[in-house]
Structure formats: C-alpha cells, structure tokens
C-alpha cells in the first residue's frame, strides 16, 4: 500500500480549487496520469500539472480522488497545525452525492469512488477500500432510485439499495466512521395512515424500491447501531449539475412557465419536496445525531396541486395555467409526507416545502 503523497505547488500558500486525478500503480511505480482526469461538474477544464493533490492508491486500482481545497484566503492544514477530516462519498455521479461532493470540497478530504472502483456489493472490495481511506465521515448515497427500474429489476436493486447499504454500514462499523446511509419517504408508500409519518410507525411499503429501503433500515442498524438512517423526501435544485443531468420537480416547473404552457399536478398525492442544499447543508449537523433513522425533509400538508397553487398565488402568478390531475392516484390516494418533530428535537430543521419553493422562485424568476 502506498502512502499517500502531496503533489507540491510553485504557491505553496495556496489551496487549489478542487481537481480530479486518476492514479495508476503497477509494479510498485507511482504514476499520476494528468491526461484522464476527466471534467468535474461546477469546475472548468480538466486537473492541472502543478497542482496540490492527494493522492492515495487503492490495492493498485485505478482510483478518482479530489483534492482538499478551501475558499481563497483560507489556511491549509498544514499552516493551522489541523488535520482535515476525512470523508467518503458513495454515489458521487448522482444527483445528490455529487452536490455534497460540491458542498463538502474544502471542508472535509474527500474521497469519491467511481462505481467501476467500489463495488458496493461486494464487502470485501468494501472493507479494502475503507482500510485504504480509513474515512472519519460516510454518506451513502449510491443506489438504483428509479422506482420502474427498481420493480423490473427486482434483484438488482435489492443486491445494490440493501447489500451494499449493509456492507457500508458495516465497514463503517469497523472503522468507527460516522456514517449516514440516505432511505426514502417511499417506506411509507403503502400505509394507510392519512396523515404526517412518524419514524416509530410501522410501515408496508407498495413497491420494491420502499421494501428495499425499508429491509436495508433494518440491516444496517443491525450491522452498524451508530449509523444514521435519513428518510429523504422527492428533491430538487433550481440548476442541473451538468448538462446530462434529468430534470426535476422545480426545474420543469420553471420550464413549463416559460413555455406558457398549462401545469397539471395530482390532487391525491401528498408529500414533502426538498431544496436540495437544505439536505446537504444538515448533512453536517446529522453527523451528531445518535443512530436511527429520521425523517429528513421539508414538511407538507398539501397535495401536489395545492402546493403549486399557493406558489403562484404567493407570487401573483396565474393561477390559470394550473390543471388538477384526477386521475394519478386516484384508486389508492397517497399521503407520504413526513413528521419532523424528532428531528426538530435534535436541533434540525428545514423550510416547509412551500417556503422553500417561494424562495427559490423568487430567485430563478423575475417577478411576474
């Protein structure tokens, strides 16, 4: 195993922006190959020569790390005498880990395997790379999400969303890593209780994505007590993290609303949408909660269409435009939003979900 190295700077004083490095190692050569490094979603171009690195080597994989940085005038480590805590993210590629990659660069040395360099559900490709990293901090984000995908490929999604949580879970056991495995409102998908869910509540999820979630909960507070289960409600942001990204709930909002097009949303579906940055922002404050499992989101207590519709009456826009979908849900009338009161306990909160819309469109929007 090779120790890790730091690439020297001609400004010694300075913390680079964050860049990505593919290292190589075969036959004990250490070898930094600065021509794969590929782009990094919010940065221009690619990694640069000359640039302070971390660089570690993982059992001789090829290997993507991303280099500790601060904001400019910031201190190093080494000029303030600390040692920066490491953190291990899972699912970088996806739309949320690689937004608390964004978030956390700077703050914590960050370590983001590709899926080719982890393979989660594989414990001892695990446990090599957790005894290579030795992380303070985990967040499990990696998992199949897609809820079709999830119930034709039943058996995929169970080994990825509940063995790979499981052995995360236990590696981070392990090593005394904190860790925060990210589940789902969908757990509550199924319940016949009409009305906010409590974590307590006993639940039967309807589809394989929330069995799944609800199964990995279990397993990995059995491997791993301490780590922390974060219900995550439907998320958005008001910008895409690179140009392939899908879109989201706001973001076709606001699309739809240049388009001048009508707006139809269900009337049967309550549930919480999240800002995104709330989560990953509270990320840092779950790090102290005891293990267990929270809801983690904006509340809600309006159905879909209501929610829209009191947007565009708070922002004076036309209400018109607005259609009610009553056929989505109509057979079986879904209610998945979440309780916050223990995590308000804990000293974590978030905007309500309306709140937190308004605000945003505020922004991405001139007034009407």
Known sequence: MFPGRTLPTQNS?????PRYAILTAKAGIHKLDMRKAPEIPGHKGRAETGKR?????????????????????????AETGKTMKKLLVTGASGFLGGRAVRFYNGKYEIYAPSHSELDITDAKSVCTLFDAVKPDLVIHSAAISDVGICEKEPEMSW?????????????????RSKCLLCS????????????????????????????GKKRAEEECLEANPSCVILRLSWMYDTAPLHEREHGDFFRTLISGLRASSTLSYPVHDIRGITDVNEVIQNFGKAWELEGGIYNFGSPNDKNTYETVHALFTELGWD??????????FASSPRNISMCPNKLNHNGISFSSTLDALVRNAKLSLPPA
Do not use: M, W
């Open 13 to 17: 004083n300075c913390i680079q922006r």
């Open 53 to 77: 690195l971390k660089i570690e080597n993982f059992q001789s994989q090829v290997c993507v790390c991303i280099a500790s940085a601060n904001l400019t005038g910031a201190k190093s480590c």
């Open 159 to 175: 080994k990825i969303n509940v063995d790979g949580s499981r052995n995360i879970a236990a590696a981070s056991a392990r090593l």
């Open 184 to 211: 789902s409102d969908q757990v509550y998908f199924g319940s016949g209780i009409r009305q906010a869910h409590k974590e307590e509540e006993e639940v039967h999820p309807a589809n394989i994505y929330g069995k």
């Open 319 to 328: 209400t018109d435009r607005l259609k009610k979908n009553e056929e989505a």
